[in-house]
């Protein structure tokens, strides 16, 4: 089977089985016999089969195969093609992938989908279309950068690869960043001011960033990803927000998870789409973050509200570890709102 193929079609039925964790898309399962020409109701299926015994339509499959997810995978830099399955969440995918080319899973600073370069608009976030190729971005040069804070804004947008290492997503035109050629997009943070940062999630590390006093010079550790010839060179900074590409490219999705099954769902609708959009840029406008994921969170848990105040009561349930202020929430709300009338 090709990549993210579930293998040959069993016969259709009206029953199903939705993939482990997911009340999503079905996957069709040897049912009774039926009979949907006649229906079930008077002069149907029921009444036919009290006449003579049941037969089953085909031979018994036990216990049949489980569907697979295969998907296809490279080093970004360079390398032949492997094969992984058997993921639900980023870190097991990270596994899977150092398992296929023989390298520790702490190598792999992110990966992008369908394109080798660093491109941020063609970053992993928290779903995979099942027809998608995964390229795997591992660890390169490691260099030190000084910086003095002149502004309150460094602008630089943060993100974090889901499995213990932020990096630099977009750094805004004319910033102080901007202005230091060494830093690119795609760079890895590894250490401020010598102070480790492995492990913490991109908004505590935008928190560092920001907390910095100015006018002091501070130290940036980066480690920048492994790159093919063809890529040297390349800075990759921007000061636009364009909208972000989809990362789908079929009908289903694979929705990775922090914990448990990864469920296949079908892709977002245009609302959640459009909505996830201007969550995410109100993300980077507040806390200089970019988290395509949490953003679909934030919408999802929209759906389950009526009220600014019950929505906001919500998110401190479930991403009460963020601290949204006040404004935000209201900001975030509106945007949805604003979001839903456009999509009808």
């Not at 499959?61 to 058997?86: C, D, M, N, W, Y």
């Not at 390349?234 to 079929?250: H, I, L, N, W, Y």
Request: net charge positive.
């Amino acid at each position: 089977a090709g990549p993210g193929h579930l293998g040959p079609a069993p016969p259709s039925s009206a029953r199903g089985v939705a993939f482990p964790g997911s009340s999503g898309s079905r996957i069709p399962l040897p049912g009774r016999l039926g009979c949907p020409a006649l229906g079930r109701g008077r002069g149907g299926c029921r009444k036919r089969r009290l006449r003579r015994p049941w037969r089953a339509p085909w031979p018994a499959r036990p216990g049949g195969p489980k569907p697979r997810l295969v998907f296809r995978t490279q080093l970004a830099h360079g390398s032949p093609t492997g094969k992984i399955e058997g993921f639900t969440n980023v870190r097991e995918l990270y596994a899977k992938i150092a398992e296929a080319f023989g390298i520790a899973p702490t190598e792999i600073l992110f990966c992008t989908l369908n394109s080798h370069k660093v491109d941020m608009q063609k970053l992993l976030g928290g779903q995979i279309g099942l027809e998608d190729f995964i390229f795997a971005h591992v660890r390169g040069e490691t260099k030190e950068v000084e910086v003095t804070k002149t502004e309150d804004a460094l602008g630089l947008t943060i993100t974090d690869n889901g499995a213990g290492y932020a990096f630099i997503k977009r750094i805004k035109e004319g910033s102080i960043i901007n202005r230091i050629e060494a830093v690119c997009v795609g760079d890895s943070i590894e250490a401020i001011n010598d102070h480790s940062i492995v492990g913490c999630r991109h908004y505590e590390v935008a928190k560092m960033l920001r907390e910095l006093p100015k006018s002091q010079p501070f130290t940036l550790r980066l480690v920048q990803p492994k790159r093919a010839f063809d890529m040297i060179g390349q800075r990759g900074r921007s000061s636009k927000c364009p909208m972000e590409a989809k990362v789908t490219s079929g009908r289903e999705t694979l929705r990775l998870r922090s914990g448990g099954a990864a469920p296949l769902l079908p892709q977002p609708s245009e609302f959640e789409e459009e909505a996830s959009r201007k969550v995410d840029d109100l993300l980077e406008s507040y806390m200089g973050i970019r988290d395509p994921e949490l953003a679909s969170t934030m919408v999802e848990t929209s759906k389950k509200t009526v009220s600014v105040q019950e929505f906001a009561h919500h998110l401190d349930s479930v991403l009460g570890e963020f601290g949204f202020p006040d404004e935000f929430v209201v900001e975030v709300w509106a945007a949805i709102d604003e979001a839903r009338e456009a999509c009808g």
